[in-house]
């Protein structure tokens, strides 16, 4: 048996390991390209500059992304609630794909949804590798999960599955070209593509927050986790409230703006004297 002070050098070396790979999963240091350096002890040496940057850009974002997120609620409430957008079967429509979605993810769950979900995944992956110019050598789908083989990566390859709803795109797409070749679709149908782009929206949201909250996330890991959760609330808070813009007659790009701006320059002002309504109960 080892001595005890053997057994005691040993337990804390693993500690400060798990400790630096936990802050390392943050700030995105152990996935294979996240630039790092180990030493024959086996934990990250410090972080690389480019890492560094990503976290200060996370930070930057907070208060962008909260704003966002702040303005799509103010103009969900101004267009949908209190102009009525509610009432029209567009809306209940979406309402009611989303309602089916959330019915089968939490009870009909199974290795086919999976399936499909990693298949979105990588196929995003693939998709956003070309956007940037790069080559796809392999794509590997399965229901235990997929990968891709490229010559080519940068954040918006490694997060776009989560924030580019890939089944609503193919909705719009099959539903365009199906107008375009066979038949003109009025305004009496557009309640089914609605109801299609709520259902697989959902899809997307769903399998996006179940799968950022696992900690064997390499495409968050290697840009930091407070960089990619930042980047990934923000766009897709853009994404479903340019949704709504298109939508509803009562919002346009312009007032959704006008909006944002307003909130982004008295946010300083709002977290101060919430901060000092806060510090006034404890003082």
């Known amino acids: 048996m080892p001595p005890r002070n053997a057994i005691d050098r040993k337990a804390r070396r693993q500690r400060r390991v798990s400790d630096t790979r936990a802050i390392n999963a943050f ?10 350096r180990a030493d024959r002890r086996g934990w990250s040496l410090p972080w690389p500059p480019l890492l560094i940057a990503k976290f200060l850009v996370g930070v930057a974002l907070m208060p962008v992304t909260w704003v966002t997120v702040e303005t799509f609620f ?38 086919f949804t999976l399936w499909l979900y990693v298949a979105g995944h990588e196929l995003t992956h693939a998709l956003f590798v070309l956007i ?11 229901s235990d999960g997929g990968h ?8 918006l390859i490694s997060l776009s599955p989560y924030f580019f709803p890939f089944y609503s795109a193919v909705t719009i797409g099959i539903w365009w070209l199906t107008e375009w070749w066979f038949q003109d679709f009025d305004a009496s149908h557009l309640p089914w593509l609605f109801g299609a782009i709520g259902f697989t929206w959902c899809f997307h949201l769903t399998f996006t927050i179940w799968m950022a909250l696992r900690d064997d996330q390499p495409d968050l890991d290697q840009n930091g986790r407070l960089f990619s959760f930042m980047t990934i609330i923000l766009v897709n808070t853009l994404i479903i409230a340019g949704m709504l813009i298109a939508a509803s007659p009562n919002l346009d790009l312009r007032g959704f703006g006008a909006t944002w701006w307003r909130n982004f320059s008295t946010f300083a002002p709002r977290l101060e004297e919430s901060v000092r309504e806060i510090v006034g109960i404890f003082v």
């Open 27 to 36: 700030l995105g240091g152990l996935t294979a390209g996240g630039g790092t």
């Open 132 to 142: 940037c110019r790069g080559n796809v050598k392999k794509v590997h789908i399965s």
């Open 74 to 111: 103010v103009s969900f409430n101004q267009a949908a609630i209190r102009a009525d957008y509610w009432k029209t079967h567009e809306f209940w429509a979406f309402g009611f794909g989303v309602v089916a979605w959330l019915v089968l993810f939490f009870g009909l769950r199974n290795r």
């Open 148 to 155: 891709i083989l490229t010559n080519r990566n940068n954040f």
